[in-house]
């Protein structure tokens, strides 16, 4: 065989031969369904392997270089291997992982996040933001003896039954504006469950007002989001937060605010930003400092219903790994390095990321928006930016254009989520900035 065929046939057996990244999908859907656990990876044909990452940028099995602006959903607020967390975690590693008793550790980060958090007297930790809303909705209710809950339309807060109805509505599913229908995201999804939660449309005051009005008697709480991700990234207004407080302290609900994504937005949480004092916060991602963590803060007569000391127990809380060592120092080191300074310093970054991709969508002249606030910016292709879930809710055509912007992103070595989200780290600078917006300019150009 001569030089050049043995060259041939080795390039065919190559081309013949699958990526690391399918062999492992190959292996991944042998023994889990759909080859994951967790959906958010999957893209087509296969998904992403990481094999390391530091700072913004993580190495995937093929020795691809990626800029980060996904960061594992908005948790990893310093990006990746941290040296001030690789060093706690380290220091405790070799102290233990886990224990049936209590650590120093687990107070001092509870004194932290009371201290840093004004509208937090007491708090209790758990193992992930779909926990720690779910245990503020049982604390609701537990504290008013009612049943139901209120929530935005569209808004995701995790997998419990009740906090998930709606985040999946469609045109065909959603009713009407004026009393939106609970809709299940899981089959099977019991219709005693959807019947106890009530769907409230976003920054529409007076409607939302009206709708409560209708339940005042059986709500327990409502819980919102103020930056809702899957609203599409849009700021809630002042005055229809505020009216919802009030109409909560009015009528014996209580209000709660999931700030599992949305704490990175102030030094304090999204909620510093409105007059209204949330009676529990649900916490998690970022406050992990990359390991799996929840949390559930409030008001100490609120929190009261957690108390294992009192008589009877209104609401049994605990978990094997809850408040483990590991997530408390890591978690304690992550949110000391995210001070005032850090805070201030990436959101300006944020703002100018926002601000480019702006310049990026005229320079093209394309139909699409950016929203966002904090650190955190989304990508319509809508002309105009959305208001509420209904109006970010994408056509067919906008949901392909979508797809084709993310896959260019993706040849450019940059992640978004899935959703045309980004979500900065203070590993960050302006050149990661400039190349963002780039690409981004070069994919609205290819659309």
């Not at 805070?343 to 093209?364: C, G, M």
Request: hydrophobic share 45%.
């Amino acid at each position: 065989m001569s030089a050049a065929n043995s060259s041939d046939v080795r390039k065919a057996v190559a081309a013949s031969e699958p990526s690391r990244s399918e062999a492992l999908y190959r292996r991944a859907l042998q023994v889990m369904p759909g080859g994951c656990s967790r959906n958010v990876i999957l893209r087509k044909p296969h998904p992403l392997y990481a094999v390391s990452g530091r700072g913004c940028h993580v190495i995937d099995v093929e020795g691809r270089t990626w800029l980060d602006f996904a960061n594992n959903m908005g948790s990893q607020i310093h990006g990746h291997a941290p040296a001030a967390v690789i060093a706690a975690v380290h220091r405790q590693l070799g102290d233990g992982t886990a224990f049936s008793m209590g650590t120093e550790a687990e107070i001092r980060y509870a004194e932290y996040m009371c201290q840093r958090m004004p509208n937090a007297d007491r708090i209790r930790f758990c193992n992930s933001g779909t926990e720690a809303v779910m245990c503020a909705i049982k604390a609701a209710r537990a504290f008013t003896g009612r049943p139901k809950i209120a929530k935005v339309e569209g808004a995701y807060h995790g997998l419990y039954d009740y906090a998930e109805v709606s985040q999946t509505a469609a045109p065909n599913t959603w009713g009407a504006v004026e009393r939106p229908a609970s809709v299940p995201v899981a089959s099977g999804t019991p219709a005693s469950a959807l019947a106890e939660v009530v769907v409230v449309p976003f920054n529409d005051t007076a409607r939302a007002l009206a709708i409560l009005e209708a339940h005042a008697a059986d709500l327990a709480g409502i819980v919102i989001d103020l930056i809702p991700h899957r609203v599409g990234v849009i700021p809630a207004e002042e005055g229809f937060v505020n009216a919802l407080g009030a109409w909560a302290a009015r009528n014996g609900a209580l209000l709660i605010c999931d700030e599992v994504i949305t704490f990175r937005t102030t030094y304090s949480g999204a909620q510093q930003c409105y007059a209204v004092r949330p009676d529990l916060t649900a916490l998690g991602k970022m406050i992990g400092g990359g390991f799996p963590v929840g949390a559930i803060a409030g008001r100490e007569e609120v929190m009261r219903v957690f108390d294992p000391l009192s008589s009877p127990v209104r609401l049994p809380h605990s978990g094997t790994f809850s408040a483990n060592p590991i997530t408390m120092v890591a978690g304690l080191a992550t949110m000391e390095q995210f001070d005032q300074q850090a805070v201030d310093r990436l959101n300006v970054l944020s703002d100018r990321a926002r601000s480019q991709l702006r310049e990026a969508i005229a320079t093209a002249k394309v139909a699409a928006c950016i929203t966002g606030a904090g650190s955190m910016f989304r990508i319509h292709m809508k002309e105009v930016p959305p208001q509420n879930y209904r109006s970010a809710y994408p056509t067919s055509v906008e949901a392909e254009r979508l797809g084709k912007l993310l896959a260019y992103m993706e040849d450019k070595g940059i992640l978004l989520i899935n959703t045309g989200t980004g979500m900065l780290s203070t590993a960050m600078g302006s050149a990661e900035i400039d190349r963002l917006s780039d690409a981004m300019l070069g994919a609205l150009r290819q659309l």
